[in-house]
């Protein structure tokens, strides 16, 4: 498995930016898939955006245009741009790494937004 540290979450106020960082342990080369996960209070956790082998991205619909998720294979680490904020995007935000099909998750960041 992949250590993963989440990093970068806070407070901040509707239409505020954060940028989440997610520090793996080893090389994350020859992943099957990088991504951000959230979890609200009483809700699933659901996918936000991620990034499969190749380079293709994915997004929910509720942060399409808002979010962006990038990888720096030097720096072995996943971040997410999250821009213009709403109150709804209030959750722990979890990084997850499917690496030779093992999927591995960290302990995650709280983001809050304020209205």
């Known amino acids: 498995q992949v250590r993963l540290v989440e990093s970068g979450g806070g407070l901040v106020q509707a239409g505020g930016s954060l940028r989440l960082s997610c520090a793996a342990s080893?090389?994350?080369?020859?992943?099957?898939?990088m991504g951000w996960y959230r979890q609200a209070p009483g809700k699933q956790r659901e996918l936000v955006a991620n990034?499969?082998?190749?380079?293709?991205?994915t997004y929910a619909d509720s942060v399409k245009g808002r979010f962006t998720i990038s990888i720096d294979n030097a720096k072995n680490a996943l971040y997410l741009q999250m821009n213009s904020l709403k109150p709804e995007d209030t959750a722990d935000y979890y990084c997850n790494v499917v690496k030779y099909f093992i999927s591995s998750w960290g302990q995650g960041t709280q983001v809050t937004v304020s209205s």
């Open positions: 080893g090389s994350i080369f020859s992943t099957n898939s």
């Open positions: 990034i499969i082998s190749g380079g293709s991205t």
